[in-house]
């Protein structure tokens, strides 16, 4: 069993920026393809970004250049930094892994195997 530990969240004003981190326990971060979501108050849980094993990464448009995927896995980390922040990007946000190996993005949220607990990020205007 993996569990997800997520960390960074918290307020900042519009056009800000924050780092969330996501650590595995239990099993090596080397092991799974990495994907980050989010979900606002009455929306579905939504793709933000993954990362490959191998480090190749995908982004939502809505994100793309603002925000970052990274892994470290001497540090057994994955970080999401987050630029230019929104009023819209306001949201609880998850880290997912996945230990299949996918020939395409894996953007579902049915294509992760393990979740964190969600961390809150909240831009103000």
């Known amino acids: 069993q993996v569990q997800l530990v997520e960390s960074g969240g918290g307020l900042v004003q519009a056009g800000g920026s924050l780092r969330l981190s996501c650590t595995p326990s239990?099993?090596?971060?080397?092991?799974?393809?990495m994907g980050w979501f989010r979900q606002a108050p009455g929306k579905e849980r939504e793709f933000v970004g993954f990362?490959?094993?191998?480090?190749?990464?995908y982004y939502a448009n809505s994100v793309k250049g603002r925000f970052t995927i990274s892994r470290d896995n001497a540090k057994n980390t994955v970080y999401l930094q987050m630029n230019s922040l929104k009023p819209e990007d306001t949201a609880v946000y998850y880290c997912?892994?996945?230990?299949?190996?996918?020939?395409?993005?894996?953007?579902?949220?049915?294509?992760?195997?393990?979740w964190g607990q969600g961390t809150q990020v909240t831009v103000s205007s």
């Open positions: 239990g099993r090596p971060l080397s092991m799974y393809a």
């Open positions: 997912a892994a996945s230990g299949t190996t996918y020939y395409r993005s894996p953007v579902a949220v049915g294509d992760y195997d393990y």
């Open positions: 990362i490959s094993r191998g480090g190749t990464y």
